[in-house]
């Protein structure tokens, strides 16, 4: 069963901007994360949680890094994500800014403690 966004159910400024954020960072992390999902889906008061083939799909691509997707596979998660959270009509995916390159240290780096 997907999701139910609940307009009666009253959101509080702290409630919007907190879920705004959290989606923002989820966004330009490195990877994806279905928790962070959850999450917000959660402080949106969307019950009961989205579940579904989509939802499925996303959950596949927990952990892997946003950079690591083919770009079209980038873009359908990122407007994945915003129907499944009901945000779709309000947020773009054109806007959502792009993820930090991955950076990889080198070994010689990680085994002296070096950034």
Partial sequence: MDGLYNPTVQITEFQKQSAAVALNEMFKDRSFSICDFDK?????????RPSGPDYDA???LHCVAWGEMP??????????????????DIIDVKTVEEPPPRRKKSFLKMLMGGG
């Fill in 40 to 48: 917000i889906a959660k402080v949106l008061r969307i019950i009961p």
């Fill in 58 to 60: 996303l959950s596949a």
């Fill in 71 to 88: 770009p079209a596979l980038q873009e359908n998660a990122k407007r994945k994500i915003l129907e499944l959270l009901f945000l779709q």
